[in-house]
């Protein structure tokens, strides 16, 4: 049976990144998030969801969160689930689901990727990407334009 793990998020950090280190020195932080949902009930009232994911990151991502993230500022992360296991002091089995990020983006308050250098500074300049590669995939922020398109250009 073919199987898949893999996790999008993007939120705001609940509490500042904590950073330690393995015994044999591989960084290691924790971070949580609050990831929000908005919509309308039956009523038309508008409702609001947030739902908190602790994270992990391991070796220079780690340090690099650590080195440029804070509480209260907007992440985008690319991960997967993992299960931890254990027994508490009272002999009772505990469980806690968990992203490991693989990599990560800087978010800046508009919802744009920010370059490292510029988080700590509170700029919003866009991180500067390889031709073609945008924050999800997409095309690069250089390569978008706001001039107007004729209308025999659009597919519908």
Request: aromatic content about 8%.
């Amino acid at each position: 049976m073919p199987n898949y793990n893999k996790v999008l998020l993007m939120g705001n950090l609940t509490r500042d990144p904590e950073l330690r280190y393995t015994p044999n020195n591989t960084a290691v932080v924790s971070i949580g998030i609050a990831v929000n949902r908005r919509w309308r009930d039956q009523s038309g009232e508008q409702r609001d969801e947030t739902t908190f994911v602790d994270c992990e990151a391991w070796s220079r991502t780690a340090e690099l969160i650590n080195q440029w993230m804070r509480k209260g500022r907007p992440i985008f992360i690319e991960g997967r689930l993992r299960l931890d296991q254990w027994q508490d002091k009272d002999g009772n089995n505990r469980s806690k689901l968990k992203v490991v990020i693989d990599t990560f983006q800087f978010i800046d308050s508009r919802g744009e990727p920010v370059a490292a250098n510029d988080q700590e500074r509170g700029a919003s300049a866009p991180v500067h990407m390889p031709e073609g590669a945008g924050p999800l995939g997409g095309p690069g922020q250089a390569e978008q334009s706001h001039a107007s398109v004729p209308e025999d250009d659009i597919p519908f």
